[in-house]
């Protein structure tokens, strides 16, 4: 079965840093756009970056350019969110979201998410 | 950055009835458009893609229609298990963006 099994979330205060994982399996990663999207407390989702199968092709949403990092190691089948200058407003479920019958932007299949919680 | 609005933001209806719920694009997405239902302390499913094209194991009394930038997502006949939380995805463009969500709730 496609499973992607997130893990790195915690409290950390602003302007601190953390880094999220995703571990693949099921699925032939190597091949797989991946993403992360979020979703803040009692609200709705937002798409956070994405990476094409090589690297090759890399976005973000605006709110996150220049402070998140979206990578992948297809040796690992992980996929990885580092993020600094962490702000309250990245509170936040962050999911990894994979793709669905060659649409790789459709997301197909999620994890339970990992939980970031920005506080002094 | 293309705004997907939904409406309504809660719809209260009975096991049985038929759900429609509207999602609007801010300019044309052709039909890249998905739905995803979610439930407390769950991820998201997703429902429909390409408009209306259901995703492997949906079942047929959930169905979606529109392009450019009008959209549907309809329940026939609402089980007790479809009531949830239901957010409309543009991926015509960069941005992604979702729109804000329908609470299908029990009247």
């Known amino acids: 079965d496609v499973q992607v099994v997130e893990s790195g979330g915690g409290l950390v205060k602003p302007g601190g840093s953390l880094r999220l994982s995703c571990a693949a399996s099921g699925f032939t990663f190597s091949r797989s756009s991946m993403n992360w999207v979020r979703q803040a407390p009692g609200k709705g989702l937002e798409w956070v970056s994405s990476i094409s199968s090589s690297s090759r092709h890399i976005y973000y949403a605006d709110s996150v350019k220049g402070r998140f990092t979206i990578s992948r190691d297809n040796a690992k089948n992980s996929l990885y969110l580092q993020m600094n200058s962490l702000r309250a407003e990245d509170t936040a479920l962050y999911f990894c979201?994979?793709?669905?019958?060659?649409?790789?932007?459709?997301?197909?299949?999620w994890g339970q998410g990992t939980l970031v919680t920005v506080s002094s | 950055e293309i705004v997907m609005t939904q409406s309504p933001a809660t719809l209260s209806l009975s096991p049985g009835e038929r759900a429609t719920l509207s999602c609007r694009a801010s300019q044309s997405v052709s039909s890249n458009l998905a739905w995803y239902q979610q439930k407390p302390g769950q991820a998201p499913r997703l429902l429909i893609y390409?408009?209306?094209t259901r995703a492997t194991g949906i079942p047929a009394r959930f169905s979606g229609s529109g392009s450019g930038t009008e959209f549907t997502l309809t329940i026939s006949s609402l089980q007790s298990e479809d009531f949830a939380v239901y957010s409309c995805?543009?991926?015509?463009?960069?941005?992604?963006?979702f729109g804000g969500g329908t609470k299908v709730e029990i009247k």
């Open positions: 390409v408009a209306s």
């Open positions: 995805q543009q991926y015509n463009d960069w941005p992604l963006t």
């Open positions: 979201a994979g793709g669905h019958s060659g649409y790789d932007l459709v997301f197909g299949f």
